[in-house]
């Protein structure tokens, strides 16, 4: 049987064919659903595509442009062709063909592709780099993320040990919490010094972890009811994800930060992975070394976030 690629345009009647699509994916997560990417859809002209295998949906390409380039996708940390089990190496070729042919008579020149780390895949699914390579695409972009294997023996460094025990004399408590004003203006303030602000406004925060309960959770450090440090946890089942890491002067004198992770990572044992984030600057060419000594300091290792340039 001849097998045929098709696509269509994304349109919001799709949501649900689109949400069912990257639910049973091999490599998508909640990021990549209609309700989180659609959260800012103002900020980004949409270019999503939907693809079938012989009529059947199987995967999703959520884009948005800018002039002649689309991105897979602007607003999320990775996007790239999220699928299902039932597209094959071979199929994935042909997708990559009906993409270009079709991005090709948009006018699009080029795309920009996010892909997703293999360590948030639910199954081994790498087929979209094949294909990227047989598309003549190039690695222009290489970031490097910390991620901890929570299967294997935890290794603390010494000098972590030391600091989480710091904390607990010290009297600091971790819990969850829902205040995430108060942590939004502790993550705003701790940014500040270096020159950035948080991607999310503390509005889109709760609207995003009331849409997503249970999914999206603020871990808190405390010490006589004052926030010393705070971590925002992405629950994507098998790996979970800390969003953002912040530290008061008083959280860091006393490890607090250092005693949050560490309950965090305890209350994930179960799962396979934790992330810390990346640590690189500058399109990621330029490596904070003290960011990613914290990291690794808890057993934490690198994985890659790669970015291709696909010239159409």
Request: hydrophobic share 40%.
């Amino acid at each position: 049987m001849n097998t045929t690629i098709s696509l269509k345009i994304y349109d919001a009647d799709d949501a649900a064919v689109w949400d069912q699509i990257v639910m049973q994916s091999c490599n998508g997560t909640f990021l990549h659903v209609r309700d989180y990417m659609d959260y800012h859809k103002e900020r980004f002209d949409d270019s999503s595509l939907i693809l079938f295998r012989n009529e059947k949906p199987v995967a999703v390409f959520p884009s948005n442009r800018v002039g002649s380039t689309v991105t897979s996708h602007g607003g999320l940390t990775y996007g790239g062709l999220v699928h299902t089990v039932d597209l094959g190496t071979h199929d994935t070729l042909e997708a990559f063909a009906a993409i270009r042919e079709h991005y090709l008579a948009e006018g699009v020149e080029s795309v920009t592709y996010k892909a997703v780390p293999h360590v948030f895949h639910r199954l081994p699914s790498q087929n979209d780099l094949y294909a990227l390579t047989c598309a003549g695409a190039t690695l222009v972009r290489r970031d490097t993320s910390s991620v901890l294997h929570l299967e294997e023996p935890l290794r603390y460094s010494k000098g972590r040990k030391w600091s989480i025990n710091k904390a607990r004399k010290c009297g600091i408590s971790a819990r969850r919490s829902d205040d995430f004003e108060t942590f939004h203006v502790l993550l705003t303030h701790v940014l500040e010094k270096f020159g950035t602000v948080p991607v999310h406004s503390c509005a889109e925060l709760r609207f995003l972890a009331d849409r997503f309960p249970g999914r999206i959770v603020l871990y808190v450090a405390e010490r006589d009811g004052t926030l010393l440090a705070g971590t925002l946890v992405y629950d994507f089942g098998h790996i979970v994800h800390t969003q953002y890491m912040a530290n008061s002067e008083e959280g860091r004198d006393q490890g607090a930060l250092d005693f949050l992770l560490a309950e965090v990572v305890a209350a994930y044992r179960d799962r396979k992975f934790l992330s810390f984030g990346i640590s690189t600057e500058e399109q990621g060419l330029r490596l904070n070394t003290g960011l990613v000594a914290q990291k690794e300091a808890f057993g934490a290792r690198t994985v890659v976030h790669d970015f291709y340039r696909w010239r159409l």
